[in-house]
């Protein structure tokens, strides 16, 4: 599977999805129009170690719902993910059983690599 989780109003996200220049093999899905689903989350959750890992801490909506003053579960990071494409850091970008999140340097740097190889 070649895809990339993104939302298409992020100037970040667009940016980098240009820089991959991905080819008509890969599937482009904007999470704010439809979502990620469970089972996804669940694969990428194998691959990545935790939920946690694949939570965005920079959404507004992290300290507005108060969720930076709580401990939350592996479970709480899960189901706010699926509840809210806020939650999720992005982009994803899935290259066979490779899996690229987030978007420091380090990260699409190695998403681009292995998108153009």
Known sequence: MKKIYHLSSCSTNVRIIKEINPGSDVELQDIKK???????LDWLKEKMGSYEALFSKKAM???SMGLN????SEADFKKYMLEEYT????????NGEEVFIGNSKKVVAEAVESFNS
């Open 34 to 40: 439809e979502g990620i689903d469970e089972k996804t």
């Open 61 to 63: 909506k992290y300290r």
């Open 69 to 72: 003053k709580m401990e939350l």
């Open 87 to 94: 939650f999720l850091k992005r982009p994803f970008m899935i």
